[in-house]
């Protein structure tokens, strides 16, 4: 019999909560700290040495002998570099083991090799860490035993940010300003602050790990750059909520304890629709702790897959033909005296608050529509957004047959006298009750969705940090807000100023508001006719960040500076270039090394066949025209190979980071597709014997 978990004693167990705080700080210590935690400012040096000490005490009876700073450079997953406590020995020999303030506050990692964008030289190594208070320390423990981990920001040596945590603590700070200004104009006059708060669902592959070691593909790009379909996909959706299998039934197990002791609040697991595919959807939490808890959550079903005999694929589309892996991003605002900014409530046309908040999203989405699709880009969503399966490349919002029929009356009226109500679910079963109905179904072909009291943001990549997302969407309805109450701050008649607001909002963005299908080919036409932008990669994506309304945007708040945007558009060429070059190498390598080398083996032994059969006397027709048909395809692919190589070998020559980019999207790209396409065909036809790589059935279905 299994041991029985407490999960309320492991909860938080590696965590340095408030709680634990306030078990081991003086009084006066700990009011200091929650007040910096929760209204901003410094901790004197004094009072950050008392809380060094005493969480280097915590962390050294948890087994730790270093810390680090933990920091999310802007290659979008975490960073550390470990110190020990360790100190000089005493007078008699005795080791020390100290921890100070300074060490607690600022640390200089160097880390000068970590994309910048220009920001900075290589040889200009001076950067530092600055800890963030709002999010907890906490203890890592593997291989190298247990690390006391400080959350911290990433900046260089003149102040610019260097990361992607910097920005959103901008964004959180600018966001519940701005939105403070619009609960004033209500009367709310206790809230002090208005926090973003954010759920990321995570959807993943597993695949048995010696499979995994067998497929270079897997190993240097995260997913498959060549593959067949097995002969049964997703097409029955017998996999998703289907029974989860007990190897991963007891992958989830260790996953949730890992988790919960990192105060993670994993609540929801089950089979996605991919076979081989799952999901984890965590409780809400606020915007920074969310980010932070994510790239735990990443990096621990990485972890934990190893120990289970599998490998963890986070990849956007690590099998073509089948589902790839989204993070939808659940945003919301709250006042911290407990006021939820989206919640409509039961009579949303009567809620005034509530449609201003909305009419003021509604303009940020529209107005930044290209920014919002930038802040979901990254190399692998582009094989999801605009491309095999939604959410589509095109930015809309879904309301709701609810909201959309206030929307409606508003906008043509200028009053919105009612309200649709959900009514009673009848089952049609005596034994069944019936149920209270929501008054709107909800729509998972919609890249931005209202649903009930929060806006799921579903175009996140599932390997990408949600930082980006978030900064983006504070910033856009930080402006809004900012713009509405300038507008009402100084109306004569409020009552007046905020109806009239609201319905010039609505009535010149409608535009962005969509319910229908979004994987339809006709939306695709109907966006273009309402002028809404549709971005297919994220190349192309990438100079939305550097147009002067974002400048302007990200200026006025203080979130980036037209520097700091610059580096990141270079970044984000970098970045694509470099991973695409990666795709075709790997190619390359498998190509020339273990399929072509496959391929001739298995026709050298049919050419022989079809000689012993024929000097058999027997008709050999058959296996002569696989004969041809595999030499024919075998040819293909060695032309494509050679294409590919040349190509590839012209783009890594190309000096210009954008040029660079775009010949690899639109070039390299173009041959890697040729090299694939015979290859596949191949597979479908050689001695399973032969095939040199575990197939997509034995990856998908052998788990």
């Known amino acids: ?22 078990e081991r700080l003086p009084k006066a210590i700990y009011k200091e700290v929650k007040k910096v935690m929760e209204q901003g400012g410094e901790l004197s040096l004094a009072t950050a040495d008392v809380v060094a000490k005493a969480m280097k005490d915590w962390a050294v009876e948890n087994g730790a002998t270093h810390y680090t700073h933990w920091f999310q450079p802007l290659t979008g997953i975490t960073a550390e570099k470990h110190d020990s406590f ?41 950067g530092y860490t600055v800890w963030d208070i709002t999010s907890p320390a906490f203890l890592k423990e593997d291989a190298t035993g247990v690390i006391l981990c400080i959350p911290t920001a990433f900046c260089s040596y003149k102040g610019e940010a260097l990361d992607k945590k910097t920005p959103l603590l901008r964004s959180m700070e600018a966001v519940s300003q701005q939105a403070l200004r619009i609960v004033r104009l209500f009367g709310n006059k206790e809230a002090t602050k208005v926090v973003a708060s954010v759920g990321p669902e995570q959807e993943y592959f597993l695949v048995d790990r010696e499979k995994y ?22 097409e029955l959706e017998d996999h998703y909520f289907g029974t989860i299998r007990e190897r991963i039934g007891a992958y989830m197990k260790d996953l949730n304890v890992e988790l919960w002791k990192l105060g993670v609040t994993a609540k929801t697991q089950h089979n996605e629709v991919a076979p081989a595919q799952h999901e984890l959807a965590p409780i809400y939490e606020t915007a920074n702790i969310a980010v932070d808890h994510n790239q735990l959550v990443m ?9 289970h005999g599998m490998a963890c694929l986070l990849h956007e589309k690590p099998f073509a033909g089948v589902n790839g892996s989204g993070k939808h991003n659940n945003w919301s605002l709250g006042t911290d005296n407990g006021v939820n900014l989206l919640d409509p409530g039961d009579t949303p046309n009567e809620n005034i608050q509530f449609l201003l908040v909305l009419a003021c999203i509604l303009k940020a989405v529209d107005t930044h529509a ?3 699709r930038q802040s979901a880009s990254d190399v692998g969503n582009d094989h999801r957004l605009g491309a095999n399966e939604a959410p589509p490349a095109i930015i809309s919002v879904f309301l709701g047959e609810q909201l959309e029929d206030v929307v409606k009356q508003l906008v043509e009226t200028g009053e919105a006298a009612h309200a649709i ?8 079963v005596s034994t069944l009750i019936d149920v209270d109905k929501d008054a709107t179904d909800r729509n998972r072909t919609s890249p931005f969705a209202f649903t009930g009291n929060k806006f799921e943001f579903r175009m996140v990549g599932s390997s990408d940090s949600i930082a980006g997302p978030n900064t983006t969407l504070n910033a856009i309805v930080a402006e809004a807000f900012c713009e509405a109450a300038d507008e009402l701050e100084k109306a004569d008649n409020f009552d007046i100023a905020v109806h009239d607001l609201i319905k010039k909002y609505l009535t010149e963005h409608q535009r962005i508001i969509f319910n229908g299908n979004g994987y339809a080919d006709e939306w695709v036409e109907e966006a273009e006719r309402r002028g809404l932008p549709n971005i297919k990669s994220m190349i192309e994506a990438a100079s939305t960040l550097t147009t002067d309304k974002a400048v302007k945007l990200f200026e006025k708040f203080g979130i980036f500076t037209k520097v700091e945007l610059e580096s990141r558009e270079e970044v984000l060429y970098e970045t694509y270039a470099k991973s695409i070059n990666i795709e075709a190498l790997t190619m390359i390598d498998m190509a020339g090394k273990q399929y072509i080398p ?3 083996k298995f026709s050298k032994s049919l050419a022989e066949t079809v000689l012993a059969v024929k000097e058999a006397g027997a008709d050999a027709s058959v296996q002569a025209q696989l004969l041809g048909t595999v030499s024919a395809k075998l040819a293909a692919a060695q032309a494509a190979l050679t294409k590919l190589e040349k190509v590839t070998a012209q783009a890594s020559a190309m000096e210009d980071v954008k040029e ?24 479908m036809i050689v001695d399973k014997e032969v095939w040199p790589v575990p197939t997509y059935g034995e990856l998908t279905f052998e788990v």
């Open 299 to 307: 990096e621990t079903m990485k972890k934990v897959a190893g120990r």
């Open 213 to 234: 070691l067998q497929r270079p593909d897997l190993i240097f790009a995260g997913r498959t750059l060549f593959g067949a379909p097995a002969p049964k996909g997703q």
């Open 86 to 126: 360790v100190t000089h020995p005493d007078d008699e020999g005795h080791m020390l083991m100290e921890f100070s303030g300074k060490e607690l506050i600022k640390g200089e990692p160097d880390a000068s090799s970590f994309p910048s964008g220009g920001l900075r030289a290589t040889f200009e190594a001076r």
């Open 370 to 372: 290209d920014l919002l």
């Open 660 to 683: 660079q980019a775009f010949f690899y999207k639109d070039t390299v790209k173009e041959a890697m597709a040729e090299l694939r396409t015979p290859i596949d065909e191949l597979e």
């Open 421 to 428: 109500q959900g009514g009673k679910l009848q089952t049609g």
């Open 1 to 22: 019999m299994s041991e029985v978990l407490n999960v309320e004693e492991v909860f938080g167990s590696k965590v340095f909560t408030l709680g634990k705080m306030k």
């Open 598 to 600: 496959a391929v001739i």
